[in-house]
Every structure is written in structure tokens, then in C-alpha cells.
């Protein structure tokens, strides 16, 4: 039966996609052009999914877009044009959800306020719950009970950034990811145009201030109580200082909105792309009442304008998504003739190297053969491996089971964080803990840095359907680093699997058997005719896995022992003519 869906509309490309920050080897993309133009990775690679720091970007490592020009420091159009020379196209992000601060649209709209053409292009908070809460004691309003217990949160408390406007009012606007505020430090001098106010009392109200500020930036905690006749005048210079970084939910009900969208998938099909992740777009479509995550059919229609679009513009788009398994949304998305991230595999392949058992992995794999789910797939990726993917849900009254249940999802996690990993949650209204999310580590680590492990889990995901996605971290077998996690600030558990490699790291690797292996096996994948076919599955031993690729009378196929991480990959010719032995770990 073929692996590819018969519901996609749209021809999506076939190889094997390097995942990559423009400056994860070397420092620029350059060094990455460098690197694939080696001769160790020729024919190795055909899609290269380029992160948004390519782009002008201020936080969360690029999903805070600016704008989507070039990032001079970081590219260059010679980078595109070379990696152009050797047939690699591009997969980038459009992030529908939202944009920084600091893009030209927002910066517009805290410059000129209610006059800005730019007025309606984000989502204000209190004009979308008007009629839907109560004001606040803190300038925002309070959706209804009924409202606040559907809505969907990324992070403790309600989503909302206040931003000053030029009229000196306070405004809160969604913002559903992350966000930093903070002041830059005030001098006497600041001061010294308050009546009454003295230089040891401006003294005074400075080292009061900056010792509170740099301890929290939260200006209300601030105690000015022994200088309370001056209390709003010495606020007020201090919020002229407020600087904020955050991404800030876009309006899709606003034309400008979509008009941007295609301005950019425009510009990006310029820059030579060909595949565009829609990142965050469950967020994107917003009503009082609904849990603003993935509404329907309101995000059917988003999601269906936007194809429309990529059309005009001769690309393919699809949507990522986290959601657990039992809601059926990657069937869904599916259905709707989208390619969909195949967010449940990193964790069946750890669950069955650990086991020692093809399970659950079998039944995911003869599921998205059975039902033609186009996919693209990864071991692991700049986030984090995904975990609440995997559980089953409560449907209509009817319990949906999971990939895995519960008890085993845990064993997952219990192995990656006594290797090392770390977790992210999500969480209530309330601010407490409602699910966990993802753990953070490099899949190498997540082995329990095993070499035969990584190795076998590469085999594997370079013989399932769909488009293997390979993080260049995992590559060169990179660990776990704590380092750069601890330090990372807002969204710092995900440094742990981001690390950058120099080009000596990167030839030192080259030198691995482990990155070698893994090279040879992308290579059989991105070049040989038989994944251009159909996938058998044969029944074997709970402890085995057998899969074979046929396509024109070439033939490829794994045979592995899970328990020991043996395996053989075979290529031969229609009848047995021919069969070579192209890899053997014993």
C-alpha cells in the first residue's frame, strides 16, 4: 500500500530535510553551505528547514519575527544561490499567531495609537472581552468564569502584555507565548524636575528604585511609600524608561492581517522555499467562548484561505500542531489535504529501544501507511521531544486510548530526565499545572547517549513514511547541554539541544563512526528509487522490526532486533537478484 496520502492536494517534495539555526555550525550560513558542499554529505541532503533567526527576530530563538527580510549577519543571498547549485530547496516558518514587539506594525501602533492604519492588526484585550468580563482592578478585563476555564494556556496567568500608548494610557494586548519586560536604570537627574524634590531625595528615590527593579521588574512592587507625595510623578518618569520584549497575537479578522500573509509567503517563495510550517496556527483563531485553541470550524477556514494563498505562490503549506492523540486532530489536518509533523514517533522509537519491543511503534507506523497520512518526521528538533502527543482523551464521553497510556508515557519521561532531560508544562488559568508538555534534551542523551541506540533509531526513521526531518544536533551525536539551559533565560530548558558546533566540531565528527552510520543511512534514503514506493510490513517477533521499500523492481529493507539494536540493511532487485548488504551493525 502506497505511503503517501491520496487526500493531500498539494506534491510534496521527496528526500531528506537538514534542521538547522542559520548559525548552528560555524557561526553564518555560510559555514552551512560550507559544510554540505563537503564530501561526505553529497547526495546526502535535499530539503534544508532553516529556523527563523534567518529572518530579523528578537526572542525565542527567531519565533519572535521582526520582519522577514534577510538577517545580514546571520545570511546572505550567495548562501541561497549556492545552496540552490546543489538542489536543495527550503522549508521555513510563516509564524501566523504573532509578531515582536519590535516589528514595524507594532511599533506604528504604540507611535500614532488610535490613528495608526495599524490599529485593528493585533488583538486588544479588552476590546475583544468588552462584552465578555469584567474590568479589573489592574486596567484589564476578566473574561467570565465560564470563559476562563475554556481558555487554553501556554503559561501561568491570563495572556496579556500592557503596552504604553502616546495618549499615556496603558493598553494590555494578547500574547499568548513569551514576553520580558523591564526598565532601564534612572539617575538623580531623572528627577530633579519634581517640585520639592531635593538631590539627596532624588538620591534616595534612584537607589530605591533600581535596587527594587533589577530584583523584579514589576513596578507595582516597588515601596515609594516614604515618598508618597510624589509617587505618580516619580512613576511616571520611571514607565517613559519601560522597555518590553514579547510576541504579540496577530488579528486574523483584520484584512491588513491576511494582506501581510501574503506579502510574506510571497517574499519567502522568493528567498527559494518550497515547504512553509505554519507554526502556532491553532492559536490563531479567536472567539469569546471557545478554548481559542484550535476552534472550529473557524481555523478550517483560516487554514483553507492560507492554502489558497500558498497556491498563488506555488508552495506547500502545512500546519504544526501538538495535540494528544486521541483527539484525532492529526487525522483531521490530515483529511483537510495537509502533510502533518509526525509528532508521535521520537517518543514510540525511545519507548521501543528501551522496551525492547515494536508495540506501539508498529501500530503507529502501519497507521500512517493504513490511512495515507502524509508526514514529515524527526528524532529530535529545536523544541523538545514531544510527550502529551502521545496520550490517549476523553471525546463526546468516549475514552480515546493513547499511543501509549499514561504509566508508560511516564516511563518515557522517568528514562529521558535520569539521563538528563527537562520538562515543560503547560498549564490552567489558574496558573497550576494542567499537563505536561515536552521533555528538552538531545535524542542522543535521550538514549542514554548509546551509540547503537541512536544509530538503529536513525535506521528506523529513515525507512518510515514521509519526509525525515534530521536536527543537526543529532547528527554529531550531541549532548545534553546544561549549561547553555541554565543560562538561557525565558524558554532556556530548550538550550539544551541547541548548541552550536564549530567547523573543527564538525570535522572532528565527521570522524565518528557514530556520524558516519547515520550519514550513510541518509544517504540510502534521499537517493535510493525504492522509497519512492510502497512499504511492506512483515510480521515478525515482538522484538523485531522488518520493513522493506518497493519501488520498479528496487528493493530496501531493515531488519533489526530491538532488544539488542542489531540490525542489517538490505538493497537488491526484483526476485532476489542482486541483494547486497549496504549496512551491518552486529
Request: with cysteine.
Amino acid at each position: 500500500m502506497s505511503a503517501e496520502s491520496k487526500a493531500i492536494e498539494q506534491e510534496v517534495p521527496q528526500g531528506v530535510m537538514l534542521n538547522a539555526y542559520p548559525d548552528s555550525i560555524g557561526g553564518t550560513l555560510a559555514d552551512i553551505v560550507a559544510m554540505l558542499k563537503r564530501p561526505e554529505f553529497e547526495g546526502a541532503f535535499s530539503l534544508f528547514y532553516i529556523l527563523p533567526t534567518f529572518f530579523h527576530s528578537d526572542l525565542d530563538r527567531g519565533f519572535s519575527v521582526i520582519d522577514y527580510d534577510l538577517n545580514g549577519e546571520l545570511v546572505s543571498r550567495q548562501d541561497l544561490e549556492e545552496l540552490g547549485k546543489l538542489a536543495i530547496m527550503f522549508k521555513f516558518d510563516l509564524i501566523l499567531n504573532h509578531l515582536s514587539v519590535a516589528s514595524p506594525q507594532f511599533l506604528d501602533l504604540i507611535e500614532h495609537g488610535d490613528d495608526s492604519e495599524y490599529r485593528h492588526f493585533f488583538v486588544d484585550w479588552n476590546e475583544f472581552w468588552r462584552s465578555h468580563g469584567k474590568m479589573g482592578d489592574d486596567g484589564y478585563i476578566i473574561p467570565a468564569e465560564e470563559h476562563l476555564q475554556k481558555l487554553f494556556m501556554r503559561k501561568p496567568g491570563l495572556p496579556i502584555l500592557k503596552v504604553a500608548f502616546p495618549d499615556g494610557s496603558e493598553r494590555p494586548y494578547w500574547n499568548t507565548f513569551y514576553q520580558q519586560v523591564r526598565y532601564q536604570a534612572v539617575s538623580p537627574q531623572d528627577f530633579a524636575g519634581i517640585e520639592g524634590v531635593t538631590a539627596s531625595t532624588a538620591a534616595q528615590i534612584t537607589a530605591i528604585l533600581n535596587d527594587s527593579l533589577e530584583a523584579d521588574p514589576d513596578l507595582k512592587k516597588v515601596d515609594l511609600d516614604g515618598f508618597a507625595n510624589y509617587k505618580s510623578e516619580i512613576l511616571a518618569i520611571v514607565e517613559r524608561k519601560r522597555e518590553y520584549l514579547g510576541q504579540m497575537d496577530l488579528n486574523a479578522r483584520s484584512e491588513k492581517v491576511w494582506e501581510f500573509y501574503d506579502q510574506t509567503l510571497k517574499q519567502l517563495r522568493d528567498y527559494g522555499a518550497k515547504i512553509i510550517r505554519l507554526d502556532a496556527f491553532a492559536y490563531l483563531h479567536k472567539e469569546p467562548g471557545e478554548a481559542n485553541f484550535f476552534n472550529k470550524p473557524g481555523t478550517w477556514e483560516y487554514l483553507e484561505r492560507l492554502k489558497g494563498i500558498a497556491r498563488k505562490h506555488d508552495l506547500i503549506v502545512f500546519p504544526e500542531i501538538h495535540s494528544e492523540y486521541g483527539y484525532g486532530l492529526h487525522e483531521e489536518v490530515a483529511a483537510k489535504g495537509f502533510p502533518i509533523y509526525d509528532f508521535f514517533f521520537p517518543g514510540l522509537v525511545i519507548d521501543a529501544l528501551d522496551r525492547g519491543t515494536n508495540e506501539h511503534l508498529l501500530r503507529w507506523i502501519r497507521e500512517v501507511v493504513e490511512k495515507k497520512l502524509s508526514t514529515i518526521n524527526m528524532l529530535g528538533c529545536h523544541d523538545g521531544i514531544p510527550v502529551l502527543d502521545l496520550r490517549g482523551a476523553e471525546v463526546d464521553g468516549v475514552v480515546k486510548p493513547g499511543l501509549l497510556d499514561d504509566e508508560e508515557i511516564q516511563v518515557v519521561m522517568d528514562k529521558i530526565i535520569e539521563r538528563g532531560g527537562r520538562v515543560k508544562n503547560l498549564y490552567g488559568s489558574d496558573g497550576k499545572k494542567i499537563a505536561y508538555y515536552q521533555v528538552n534534551a538531545t535524542f542522543f542523551s535521550a538514549l542514554g547517549e548509546d551509540e547503537r541506540k541512536l544509530t538503529l533509531a536513525r535506521a528506523i526513521q529513515m525507512f518510515m513514511p514521509g519526509i525525515p526531518q534530521v536536527w543537526y544536533l543529532d547528527l554529531f551525536a550531541g549532548r545534553n547541554d546544561y549549561a547553555a539551559a541554565d543560562k538561557g533565560g525565558t524558554a532556556g530548558h530548550k538550550e539544551i539541544n541547541r548548541t552550536n558546533l564549530t567547523m573543527r566540531d564538525v570535522g572532528e565528527g565527521l570522524e565518528r563512526p557514530i556520524v558516519q552510520d547515520q550519514l550513510k543511512l541518509i544517504r540510502l534514503r534521499n537517493q535510493s528509487p525504492a522509497f519512492h514506493g510502497d512499504l511492506e510490513i512483515k510480521e515478525t517477533d515482538a522484538y523485531r522490526l522488518h520493513l522493506t521499500w518497493r519501488h520498479q523492481g528496487h528493493r530496501m529493507t531493515l531488519d533489526a532486533d530491538l532488544r539488542d539494536h542489531r540490525f542489517r540493511v538490505v538493497q537488491g532487485e526484483g526476485g532476489g537478484r542482486g541483494e547486497e548488504i549496504v549496512m551491518e551493525r552486529l
